[in-house]
């Protein structure tokens, strides 16, 4: 069985980096073809994609946010962790993780965590 | 980036009825399309990927067709549990997501 769940702040500051952990279990992310993937819905809205890392290190980032988001990986502790600098209060929202499924040059992402809402507020 | 719409934006069916959703991507996207259903308050459930394959344990009621640009999401048979709201995502390149369609029943 594979499951995901995210931790870290519930409320940042304004200008402050959030950190957040997924950690997971029921597969290796050293293991060829495996992907996790951060996502976020502010309050009421759509889902928006953030940043994906796969097995072999190789990270791909939202190009409106590249430069604030860095993800990586702790294999030996089964985490992906998404830091996201210069927070504003537009970056409130519930934060996911998700495992990518892929096959045959498609991809989908299953499972999800159960998300962590941030609020940004000074 | 590719632009997903869907419609309607929202929907009250009655139980029985067949639903349908549609997703519109702003460039041809092959069959790189996937369906998501979230309840309030829940993380997104995987229903449909690559536009037609169900995920194992999804109930097959659900279905999905389309290529190209246009998808379509069927609930045929809708259910009390099939509320919420359903976002297409589409995974040919950076990935998005469409603006989702809420599902009430009546």
């Not at chain 1, 519930?10 to 029921?26: A, E, N, W």
């Not at chain 1, 892929?102 to 992402?109: A, Q």
């Not at chain 2, 369906?35 to 009621?61: C, D, E, H, M, N």
């Not at chain 2, 099939?82 to 950076?94: A, N, P």
């Amino acid at each position: 069985q594979i499951t995901l769940k995210e931790s870290g702040p519930t409320l940042v500051k304004p200008t402050q980096t959030l950190t957040l952990t997924c950690t997971f279990s029921g597969f290796s992310l050293n293991t060829s073809g495996v992907g996790m993937s951060w996502f976020r819905q502010p309050p009421g809205k759509a889902l928006e994609w953030l940043a994906l890392i796969y097995w072999d290190d190789a990270k791909h980032y939202r190009p409106s946010l590249n430069n604030r988001l860095t993800i990586t990986r702790d294999t030996s502790k089964n985490q992906v962790v998404l830091t996201m600098t210069n927070m504003d209060p537009v970056d409130t929202g519930t934060y996911y993780c998700a495992r990518l499924g892929y096959s045959d040059r498609l991809n989908w992402f299953d499972p999800w965590g159960q998300g962590t809402l941030v609020t940004v507020s000074s | 980036d590719i632009q997903m719409t869907q419609s309607p934006s929202s929907l009250s069916a009655s139980v029985g009825d067949r639903v349908t959703i549609s997703c519109r991507a702003s460039q041809r996207i092959g069959s790189s399309l996937n369906w998501y259903q979230q309840k309030p308050g829940k993380a997104p459930k995987l229903l449909v990927f690559g536009a037609s394959t169900l995920q194992s344990g999804i109930p097959s009621r659900f279905s999905g067709s389309g290529s190209g640009a246009d998808f379509t999401l069927t609930i045929t048979g809708l259910q009390p549990e099939d509320f919420g709201t359903y976002y297409c995502q589409q995974g040919y390149g950076t990935l998005t997501f469409g603006p989702g369609t809420k599902v009430d029943i009546k």
